[in-house]
C-alpha cells in the first residue's frame, strides 16, 4: 500500500505538485485554509490505476478528472484515462509517452514522478475507496465555491433572493448525484423488476386500454400505447404546421382530462401567450380575437368561464427565453421531485443553448443525448419540438422524411419516437390518396418507433384555435400502421 514516509512531508514538495485554486484564497469562508483534499488518496488512487485496468474502469465510473486536487494529477489520469479508452496497456512507459504527446510532461515532474507514483503502491484493493475519499474531498470543495458565489452575490443589491436560492438548490442537487452515482444490476434483479413492471403495465392496460401517459389522441394511443416512460419523443415539422398546437393540445390533455402534471419548456414564446394558446383552444374562441383583445361579449364570456379549469390544471410553464442544457436538467429534476410531472414538452430542440462545439450539428447532437438522457433519469417521457429542413418542399407530395431532420441525424439516433405533423392543405393539395378532403385535418406521421410499429394517424385541426382533436370516428380511416 501507499506509504506516506517514504515520500516524507509535505508530498507536494517531493513531486512538485501545483495544487488547484478550487477556492479563492481570499474567501471569508476560508480565511488562510487549505480547501479540502487529499494528496495521499490521489497518489494512493494513481499508482494502482498503474497495476490493474480493472481499477481504471472502476474508477472512471467514480470520478471525473476534475475531481483531482492537484493539476499534476489530473494530468497523470487524463493521460490513463485515454489509454484505457484505446485500449492501449497502461505502464510507465506508455503514460509517459502519451503525456509527452500532449506536451505536459515536464509539467507534471517527468518520468521520475510516473516512477515514483507507480512503485509506492503494491495492491489495487482499496482503489474504490481512495476514489471515494478523493471524491468526497472534491464535493466539499464544490460546496465551498458555491457557498463563496452565493455570498459575494448576496452582497449584490442587484441580484434576486429567489433566483439566488433557486441557483444554489440547482448547484447543491448537481452534488447530490455526483456522489450518489449509479452501479450496474444483477440481470436476476432485473428480471423481478421487469415482471413487476409487465404486471402494472398489464393491469393498466385493462383499465385505460394503453400503459403510457395517455396523449388524449384514441388512434395515435393505440399506435404508441401512450407516452412511455423514459422515452424521447420528437415532434418535429416545417414551420407553420402546427408543431406547438400539436404539443399544447397533448400538454392540455393530459393535465385537463387526465389530472396528470406536466411541464412545458417554451423558447419560443413567453408563458402568457401560451397560456393565450390554451384558452383559444379551450374555448374555441379565435386566437387572433384573443391576441388583439377584438372580443365580442359571448367569447369574452366563453374566456371567463373557461379560464378557471386552465388555472386549475397542473401544467408547469417555464419561458425563460435563453434556456441552457444544465438549467434545463436542473429544473426538469425539480418539477420531477417538486410536482411528480408526469412528461416534460420543450418547445423547441434547436433553440436550446448547448456547450459550445466544433459544428452545429455536434451541437445538436449534444442537446438530444442529453434530453434522452434527462428523460431516462427522471423516468418520465420528453417530447421535444424540431425543425425539419427545407427538403420536404421540394417533393410532390410534401411528406416529411427522417432525413429531413435538421442539422442532425443524431436526432433520429436518440429519438425513441419520431412523430412528423404534416397538413396537406397549407401545400393546396384537396384530398388524400384515398379521397377524402384535407380541409381542417392533419396526419401525424410515426415515422420511428423503437419499440412499437410506424403508421400515419389523422387528427383534426381546427387552425383558428389552434387545436387538434379526434376524428370522428366516420370520417377518420387513416392508412393502417406498418412495420416494426
Request: net charge negative.
Amino acid at each position: 500500500m501507499f506509504a506516506q514516509e517514504e515520500y516524507g512531508y509535505p508530498i507536494e514538495k517531493v513531486l512538485g505538485i501545483q495544487r488547484q485554486r478550487a477556492v479563492s484564497s481570499e474567501s471569508p469562508l476560508l480565511s488562510g485554509k487549505t480547501p479540502p483534499h487529499a494528496t495521499e488518496a490521489e497518489v494512493a488512487l494513481l499508482g494502482a490505476l498503474f497495476l490493474d485496468r480493472a481499477a481504471i474502469a472502476r474508477c472512471i465510473e467514480i470520478l471525473e478528472p476534475s475531481a483531482f486536487y492537484h493539476d499534476q494529477h489530473r494530468k497523470i489520469y487524463e493521460a490513463i484515462v485515454a489509454l484505457f479508452e484505446r485500449g492501449v496497456p497502461v505502464d510507465v512507459v506508455t503514460v509517459t509517452d502519451e503525456l509527452r504527446r500532449r506536451g505536459q510532461l515536464d509539467y507534471i515532474g517527468g518520468a521520475t514522478t510516473l516512477v515514483t507514483i507507480s512503485t509506492n503502491v503494491v495492491s489495487s484493493a482499496a482503489v474504490e475507496h481512495h476514489a471515494r475519499i478523493v471524491l468526497e474531498r472534491y464535493l466539499k470543495r464544490q460546496l465551498l465555491q458555491t457557498a463563496a458565489r452565493i455570498v459575494e452575490q448576496s452582497f449584490d443589491d442587484s441580484t434576486d433572493a429567489l433566483e439566488l436560492i433557486d441557483r444554489a438548490e440547482n448547484e447543491i442537487f448537481s452534488l447530490a448525484e455526483q456522489r450518489l452515482g449509479k452501479s450496474y444490476t444483477s440481470i436476476n434483479r432485473l428480471a423481478r423488476a421487469t415482471l413487476e413492471l409487465i404486471t402494472r403495465l398489464q393491469e393498466r392496460g385493462v383499465e385505460h386500454g394503453i400503459s403510457g401517459v395517455p396523449t388524449g389522441f384514441v388512434k395515435l394511443d393505440e399506435l404508441l400505447g401512450g407516452l412511455q416512460k423514459s422515452d424521447l419523443i420528437i415532434i418535429a415539422a416545417r414551420p407553420s404546421m402546427g408543431k406547438t398546437a400539436l404539443a399544447l393540445s397533448i400538454a392540455r390533455n393530459i393535465a385537463v382530462e387526465f389530472k396528470l402534471p406536466v411541464g412545458f419548456f417554451s423558447i419560443e414564446m413567453a408563458g402568457v401567450q401560451i397560456v393565450m394558446r390554451l384558452l383559444s383552444a379551450e374555448a374555441r374562441v379565435n386566437a387572433h380575437s384573443i391576441r388583439t383583445g377584438r372580443l365580442s361579449h359571448e367569447e369574452m364570456q366563453k374566456i371567463v368561464k373557461t379560464i378557471g379549469r386552465i388555472a386549475e390544471a397542473p401544467i408547469f410553464i417555464d419561458d425563460s427565453p435563453a434556456l441552457d442544457l444544465m438549467e434545463l436538467r436542473a429544473k426538469a429534476r425539480r418539477l420531477r421531485s417538486e410536482h411528480d410531472v408526469q412528461a416534460i414538452f420543450v418547445d423547441y430542440l434547436q433553440l436550446i443553448h448547448a456547450p459550445k462545439a466544433e459544428s452545429r450539428e455536434r451541437e445538436i447532437s449534444i442537446i438530444s443525448r442529453t434530453l434522452k438522457q434527462i428523460a431516462k433519469e427522471l423516468d418520465i417521457p420528453i417530447v421535444a419540438l424540431a425543425q425539419l429542413n427545407r427538403s420536404v418542399e421540394s417533393r410532390a407530395d410534401k411528406r416529411p422524411m427522417l432525413s429531413d431532420l435538421r442539422e442532425s441525424g443524431a436526432i433520429e439516433q436518440d429519438a425513441d419516437v419520431v412523430m412528423f405533423v404534416t397538413r396537406p392543405e397549407v401545400y393546396d393539395i384537396a384530398t388524400y390518396d384515398d379521397g377524402s378532403p384535407t380541409e381542417n385535418t392533419a396526419e401525424l406521421i410515426i415515422a420511428k418507433q423503437r419499440n412499437g410499429p410506424i403508421g400515419t394517424v389523422r387528427t383534426a385541426y381546427l387552425k383558428d384555435y389552434a387545436r387538434f382533436e379526434n376524428l370522428a370516428l366516420s370520417f377518420e380511416e387513416p392508412p393502417p400502421p406498418v412495420g416494426f
